[in-house]
């Protein structure tokens, strides 16, 4: 099949740890990778944000990355991209007139606008995953939700008119169904995590005698990070790594980085904290197997990576019970899921799983199962594919926008 991946603002080719760029830069490189893998030809159309960047550059094999004009060759928040989704979507419309994919996956709920627009003329089938549902955020964060005020109206449409939805976990199949979006226009297919490079294994990274805690992500508030801090203070013996955000030399201007830093000052334990800045990619198991556990403490996580790769290689989570950890950790299996906010379960869990080592192993070893027998990105890849394949001969693209 030829395969278009509409990922407006999140390219496989960026580096992670930037605001905008994580999870969802991940799943598209890793899916197109495993489709390109089965002889499918993939293209990733990604808004081109450096004037440097050529039109095409090959990814991997079956892989191409096209960079799109749309809005001004520079980085550009994606809450703000809204302006410039009109002319992405019509210079897709006029690439597709003269080949056509036979499928087009939508990444964010912006890439879907650009893709119907593109595809709806060309009768190609739309699939959509959304990463994230605006109704969710604007639950959490209120009024700081920098989202464009159409994206709740927006992403209904989208539900109700694209060929099918691939959701990432069951939380978000009820989400879309209380918008109005029929359940059974999604299929759940998971993200996954590569198990050759995520794998357990001895750790060459340098650790006190100390137990360790890492968590990972992007330094934006709704990660939660500050939550392991205040549970640090409880945790005699123990220190924090935090890995994400901008380079380690830019960590000094970056506000939430120095957010965390005042409170770690502030609970007594900055001398056991330490925040890393990004890592690259190919580092970051080693730094996943040099913890004791992996924290991920977010209000809310549309699906979250994170606990995979910890899972993949051999690390016990402890993570919030909300959005995709609901399907990915075995609370009691694999590790911990502890209410959002509530920093005395979290030091109360953390404390019971650093003493006791048995305990840590056993959970370590099932979560490297749990991986192996569902998160492969061959079987994300094959759940992706045999929706393609439904939707190829019954194509369902509205005319007008649904209400």
Same mark, same amino acid.
């Given at each position: 099949?030829?395969? $278009? ?58 892989? @191409? +990355? /096209?960079?799109?004009? &749309? *809005?001004? %060759? ?15 979507? &019509? ?7 003269? &080949?056509?994919?036979?499928? +087009? ?19 190609? %089938?739309?699939? =959509? @995953?959304?990463?994230? !549902?605006?109704? +969710? ?10 989202? %464009?005020?159409?994206?709740? #109206? ?25 918008? *109005?979006?029929? %359940? ?10 590569? @198990? ?34 205040? #549970? ?16 380690? &030399? ?5 506000? /939430? $980085?120095?957010?965390?830093?005042? !409170? ?26 040099? $913890? ?26 402890? #993570? ?45 070893? $099932?979560?490297?199962?749990?991986? !192996? #027998? ?11 594919? =045999? !929706?393609?394949?439904?939707? +190829? ?11």
């Amino acid at each position: 099949m030829r395969i $278009a991946m509409v990922s407006e603002h999140a390219s496989p080719l960026a580096s992670l740890g930037g605001p905008d760029s994580g999870g969802q830069n991940v799943y598209v490189a890793q899916l197109s990778r495993a489709l390109g893998r089965r002889g499918h030809d993939i293209t990733v159309y990604s808004r081109r944000d450096a004037p440097d960047l050529p039109h095409r550059q090959r990814f991997a094999d079956g892989v @191409t +990355v /096209e960079h799109v004009p &749309a *809005g001004p %060759p520079d980085s550009v928040p994606k809450d703000a991209l809204f302006p410039f989704i009109p002319g992405f979507g &019509a210079y897709l419309a006029h690439t597709w007139a003269g &080949a056509p994919p036979d499928v +087009v996956h939508a990444h964010f709920w912006m890439s879907g606008m650009a893709a119907l627009d593109g595809a709806r003329d060309h009768r190609i %089938p739309v699939v =959509q @995953t959304f990463h994230a !549902l605006g109704t +969710v955020k604007r639950r959490h964060q209120g009024d700081q939700d920098s989202s %464009p005020a159409q994206r709740i #109206a927006t992403e209904r449409r989208i539900g109700l008119t694209c060929a099918g939805i691939l959701a990432t976990c069951t939380d978000e199949v009820a989400e879309l169904k209380a918008m *109005g979006v029929p %359940p059974q226009h999604a299929a759940v297919v998971p993200c996954g995590v590569d @198990t050759e490079l995520f794998r357990p294994g001895e750790s060459s990274e340098r650790r006190s005698a100390r137990h360790r805690l890492l968590t990972i992500g992007r330094l934006v508030p709704r990660k939660g990070m500050e939550h392991s801090i205040r #549970a640090l203070a409880r945790l005699p013996h123990t220190e924090l790594l935090i890995t994400g955000g901008p380079e380690p &030399a830019h960590l000094g201007v970056d506000p /939430e $980085a120095q957010r965390l830093l005042r !409170l770690a000052a502030e609970y007594g334990v900055a001398e056991r904290v330490r925040l890393t800045g990004s890592v690259p990619h190919e580092r970051m198991p080693d730094l996943i197997r040099s $913890a004791d556990v992996v924290v991920t403490t977010p209000g809310y996580e549309p699906f979250g990576i994170v606990p995979l790769e910890a899972m993949a290689c051999g690390v016990p989570v402890v #993570a919030t019970r909300v959005g995709g950890h609901l399907d990915t950790v075995d609370d009691r299996v694999t590790g911990r899921l502890v209410e959002p906010g509530d920093v005395d379960a979290l030091a109360a869990t953390l404390a019971e799983l650093l003493g006791s080592p048995e305990l840590l192993r056993r959970y370590g070893e $099932a979560g490297r199962r749990r991986v !192996l #027998a569902r998160y492969t990105w061959e079987r994300v890849a094959d759940g992706a594919a =045999q !929706l393609y394949e439904r939707l +190829v001969d019954r194509p369902r693209i509205a005319t007008e926008v649904a209400r």
